[in-house]
T-cell receptor, first 113, second 111 residues
Framework: DTGVSQNPRHKITKRGQNVTFRCDPISEHNRLYWYRQTLGQGPEFLTY????????KSRLLSDRFSAERPKGSFSTLEIQRTEQGDSAMYLC???????????FGNGTRLTVT | QKEVEQNSGPLSVPEGAIASLNCTYSDRGSQSFFWYRQYSGKSPELIMF????GDKEDGRFTAQLNKASQYVSLLIRDSQPSDSATYLC???????????FGPGTRLSVLP
């Protein structure tokens, strides 16, 4: 068990481009969460999955954001038509059950120029 | 809107002292409470979790929960410079499905 893995670690893109991030959770964990964090702020909830089902999506998440978790294993987060305001650290976390602690990956730092 | 509040700090304590970090939450139905430590540029790492009222101790760390006051705290005894980090409080909703994080408190332990 190597923990939660996120790729890439860093992504620099130009405004208007699409980007996709990948998260591989701890293998026995059913729940997978995506958060966004900007400097000086706590992680902000984006969405979470129970196995392959996306159970909740933040109202803050515009329709440019989409996440999938096919077959209940890895997950991808796609941002279409990126904006400078999307620049942040995108964190993935997994847990065994709903109230078990979250285990975070190393994050993907996105910079939109 | 479910909210978790923390003093942003920085909280400065001398090496060897007790650091006390506080967190309040708005959702009275919250069930589970977590403290994470985050070093600059790194992802959060779990320190402790607590589910029931009272104290829970793990080494130099003690978590305290008072559901009636909607208050959870973290005490760090014998603070070390390596404890200097941002401490995040996280709370689940009453279904245990979503984790809401506070803004974090920056702790600085001075040698």
């Amino acid at each position: 068990d190597t923990g939660v893995s996120q790729n890439p670690r860093h992504k620099i893109t130009k405004r208007g481009q699409n980007v996709t991030f990948r998260c591989d959770p701890i293998s026995e964990h059913n729940r997978l969460y995506w958060y966004r964090q900007t400097l000086g702020q706590g992680p902000e909830f984006l969405t979470y999955f129970q196995n392959e089902a996306q159970l909740e999506k933040s109202r803050l998440l515009s329709d440019r954001f989409s996440a999938e978790r096919p077959k209940g294993s890895f997950s991808t987060l796609e941002i279409q038509r990126t904006e400078q305001g999307d620049s942040a650290m995108y964190l993935c976390a997994s847990s065994y059950t709903g109230d078990s602690p979250l285990h975070f990956g190393n994050g993907t730092r996105l910079t939109v120029t | 809107q479910k909210e978790v509040e923390q003093n942003s700090g920085p909280l400065s304590v001398p090496e060897g002292a007790i650091a006390s970090l506080n967190c309040t939450y708005s959702d009275r139905g919250s069930q589970s409470f977590f403290w994470y430590r985050q070093y600059s540029g790194k992802s959060p790492e779990l320190i402790m979790f607590i589910y029931s009222n009272g104290d829970k101790e793990d080494g130099r760390f003690t978590a305290q929960l008072n559901k009636a006051s909607q208050y959870v705290s973290l005490l760090i005894r014998d603070s070390q410079p390596s404890d200097s980090a941002t401490y995040l409080c996280a709370v689940t909703d009453n279904y245990g499905q979503n984790f809401v994080f506070g803004p974090g408190t920056r702790l600085s332990v001075l040698p």
